[in-house]
């Protein structure tokens, strides 16, 4: 029996939180126990377990498997997990030859890195370039990731005799084979370290502090991740980098509200300007700039700032800005206003809009 935890206990969510819910909350563990940030004495151990349950059920096929058979793998038609038996892999490795037990764990790759940055809103609209840093793994600069102290070289081992693999029975549902497996006495690299460095304890990798100036493109959206390639922890004996994982955190603005590629924002105007017509400063992506009020605009109207989106991720062109008009009704009035004000309503036609549609129909209308 597996002893991990429930990877949806991990992330703190329910088994039918949608994939945004998930990444929400990867992104709030991720920043709250980040070793460079938490005081916690488990906060690395921690952190990595996050990241271990992102990894599942922030890809839809793994989460879809592990929501079937758990941390245990594909299931056996027998309701016995293939871990039981070493592995389906150890078992085709042994009866078709090549696989992971031909090779042992000689050269082992590096596991991804994963950051998570706060963008703001116009950053995220436009691009911006961001420096950041994070910690990662990497070959000690003592002993060169040998693991030996200076001066010493590390010696063959005695139980794999420098091939870093041993043969080893195992059962399967097709019965008891030889397999052959990494060495456990020198972790598959056929060499003993005895002499450990004293830099890194003969672990020949040490976490270091890494910085990156990274190119954030137009039209990012909030929970979008980046991956650069190799920029990741090192491997082991030869082993590729993995990867780093940038997710992003766009803040919100005090104004502007972001609806794909558009931009909506809204602008209050009082009765008069609303019949008359009138010209008002509003914010938009690029500053501040005059829109105008035609005469006779209804309240939850919406003017369409053609092209004065968001530019596109990936396409040419940009969104419109969507200005949603509301119209300030007077609560108190002096004499002279009342008098006016009912004067004006004798000539005005009562009832409904003149155009008769409701304010849902016209708020489709400004989108079509």
């Known amino acids: 029996m597996s002893t991990k ?20 909350a990867f992104r709030d ?6 070793p460079d940030v938490s005081k916690e004495s488990d906060a690395e151990s921690r952190f990595k377990q996050i990241n271990e349950a992102y990894e599942v059920l ?3 096929e793994k989460r879809s498997n592990y929501d079937q058979f758990g941390h245990s793998g594909p299931g056996s038609p027998f309701g016995v997990g293939f871990d039981d038996f070493g592995g389906i892999g150890d078992v085709f490795d042994a009866f078709f030859g090549g696989g992971r037990g031909s090779r042992g764990q000689a050269v082992q790759s ?44 590390p010696t063959t081992c005695s139980s794999c005799r420098g091939s870093g693999q041993v043969q080893r029975a195992q059962r399967s549902i097709f019965g008891q ?12 690299s056929g060499q003993v370290v005895e002499n450990k460095c004293p830099n890194c304890t003969g672990n020949r990798l040490l ?36 990867d780093l994982y940038i997710a992003i955190n766009v803040k919100a603005h005090e104004v502007l509200e972001r609806d794909g590629d558009n931009i909506v924002s809204n602008v209050l105007i009082n009765v008069s300007e609303a019949a008359l017509g009138t010209k008002v400063e509003v914010q ?17 109207s919406a003017i369409r700032l053609r092209g004065k989106g968001v530019p596109k991720f990936r396409g040419s062109g940009r ?11 007077p609560t108190k009035l002096s004499r002279e206003q009342r008098r006016l004000m009912k004067e004006l309503g004798e000539t005005l036609p009562a009832g409904s809009d003149a155009d008769g549609r409701t304010f849902a129909e016209k708020v489709r209308s400004a989108f079509r």
Do not use: W
């Open 29 to 34: 563990l991720a920043r709250r126990h980040h």
């Open 5 to 24: 935890p429930d990877y949806y206990d991990v992330l703190g969510v329910d088994r039918t939180a949608s994939s945004e819910e998930i990444r929400k």
């Open 58 to 60: 922030g890809d839809s």
């Open 110 to 153: 590096g596991e991804d890195a994963r950051v998570v940055i706060d963008l703001e809103f116009l950053d995220a609209v436009f691009g911006t370039e961001k420096h950041i840093s994070y910690r990662r793994l990497e070959p000690c600069g003592t002993c060169g990731g040998a693991g030996a102290a200076p001066g010493t070289r």
């Open 284 to 300: 938009t992506v690029d500053g501040m700039g005059a829109v105008s009020i035609p005469s006779g605009t209804q309240a939850g």
């Open 319 to 329: 969104g419109d800005h969507y200005l949603f008009v509301h119209v300030r009704t």
């Open 177 to 188: 084979f030889v397999n052959v497996v990494a060495c456990d006495s020198c972790g598959g």
């Open 207 to 242: 976490r270091v502090e890494a910085e990156r100036s990274v190119k954030i493109p137009a039209g990012l959206q909030d929970g979008t991740e980046l991956r650069l390639s190799g920029e990741g922890n090192h491997g082991l004996r030869g082993g590729r980098p993995g």
